[in-house]
């Protein structure tokens, strides 16, 4: 496996991508859920001090499958072995706008995961097929902008 972090600056919004078999993984305090094989989707924001950083914590921590504590809910996922991040998507923005793009994505999804900080019902959500175009069609969508997507870690 590719070790290599691409360096990320700034704040922003994003998207990881992650493909994975069917399996129930423990998620702290939601408890068990039950996944279907495909794709997930991942909406998240990094608007505070380490910015867009926090996605090189999160290639890394997914390409090691191991960390001391998880601190969110997409740590869950990267812990357990049937699941490949495979794309992260992202733009630059200051602004707070991961609910919009939720909202965008939207359809089959896990309830509460990864939202416990807004009104959403949920920022991960399913695809049986490989939705990359459709996310960056959405962050054009967004952010009227064409997203920075990254591959083959």
């Not at 996944?35 to 909406?43: A, L, M, Q, S």
């Not at 998240?44 to 380490?50: I, V």
């Not at 999160?58 to 812990?79: C, T």
């Not at 949920?122 to 902008?145: D, K, W």
Request: charged residues 25%; negative net charge.
């Amino acid at each position: 496996m590719d070790r290599n972090i691409p360096e990320i600056e700034g704040k922003g919004i994003y998207c990881l991508i992650l493909r994975n078999t069917a399996c129930s993984v423990d998620v702290g305090r939601l408890g068990k859920i039950d996944i279907e094989d495909g794709y997930h989707i991942y909406v998240g924001s990094a608007l505070g001090p380490g910015g867009l950083k926090r996605l090189q914590r999160h290639i890394r921590v997914s390409q090691e499958g191991n960390v001391s504590k998880a601190h969110w809910h997409i740590d869950y996922l990267f812990m357990h072995p049937a699941f490949d991040l495979v794309s992260v998507i992202y733009a630059h923005s200051s602004e707070r706008m991961e609910c919009l793009l939720a909202k965008r994505i939207g359809a089959e999804n896990v309830p509460g995961f990864g939202c416990s900080d807004c009104n959403c019902r949920s920022h991960l959500f399913y695809r049986r097929n490989r939705p990359v175009e459709e996310i960056e069609e959405a962050f054009l969508y967004i952010f009227s902008t064409v997203p920075v997507t990254i591959e083959n870690f």
